[in-house]
């Protein structure tokens, strides 16, 4: 139900009290140059909503021939790994989620004016979707993150900021569109931010924790340690270009990153077991000792510190924080 030429083009909605999804699905749309001017019609009169042109959150209808993207029928039960076999996320969808899931690519390479095809515009609409949609998603759908009661409650998330805008329940004027208009631009502003940095400031890391990991036998000869530069976010890259490059038995694991720090000194850390863990594939020996005493243990020359927890060390120079790598390669009490 594309339209072309002077016909209007239009997005339905429910009127009355709004959410997260649809107020996102509609900024999403309206971030495409052939939707930037469609008006939003709010309403659940079925005649209204037959003639718009695309139809969101309400309608009972799913059917992206014809744009409708409502959830709420007990018929619905789609997730993105069911309507794109080859991706992970189980999560229910809700009128966000399925705007996202068909119009997302399209979207993110024209906020990135690049060609729909670059492997860049894929990856960000996955990170989009794990790190921002995949929650709004979720909550309007019931979904906890948690198995019986949490610990805290969470009340800053988008969702319910957004639910903030609607009218208080006293209020003499009871103007819901008010609300939902600045609930459209309010989450229009965070998937810009999040496109903004998967897109221009994730990727460039990516970009260079890649390179550093083909250069790691020009860094060290056990091709287990890599340099990094200029405080580039590595952890997460590396863990995902580990698996891509085929690097994942404990013989070609990265076991060491060196890197310089604000003052010019330089650092070495271990490469964590997983993501975000406390465990590391290696430590470092002469846990918690420093400057002297560190020289005097290890024999190595400029030695600042290794941190009690032994998953990261200093040394003033390249040369000695390489001789500090030298040492926890060949430790053998380390884990």
Known sequence: METNGNTKVTIGTHNGSFHCDETLACSLLKLLPRYSDAEIVRTRDPSLLATCTLVVDVGGEFDSDHHRYDHHQKTFTHSMSSIEKSKKWTTKLSSAGLVYTFFGREIISHLLDINKDQPVVEKVFDKVYENFIEEIDAIDNGISTHDGPGRY??????????????????????????????????TKTEFLDRVHYYGKVWWS???????????????????????FKGGVPWKEHLFELEEENGLTSPESQILYAIFTDQNGAWRIQCVPLRPKSFENRKSLPWKGLRDQELEQASGITGCIFIHSGGFIGGNKTRDGVMKMVDAALENKESN
Not at 165 to 179: A, I, K, M, R, T
Not at 213 to 227: I, N, P, T
Request: charged share 25%; hydrophobic share 35%.
């Open 153 to 186: 409650s969470v009340s800053t998330n988008l969702s319910s900021r957004v639910s903030h805008l609607s009218p208080n329940w006293n209020d003499e004027v009871q103007d819901f569109d008010v609300g939902f208009y600045k609930a459209m631009e309010l």
């Open 205 to 227: 890391a990516r970009d260079q924790v890649s390179s550093c990991l083909q250069d790691r036998f020009s860094v060290h000869k056990s091709g287990q340690v890599v340099e």
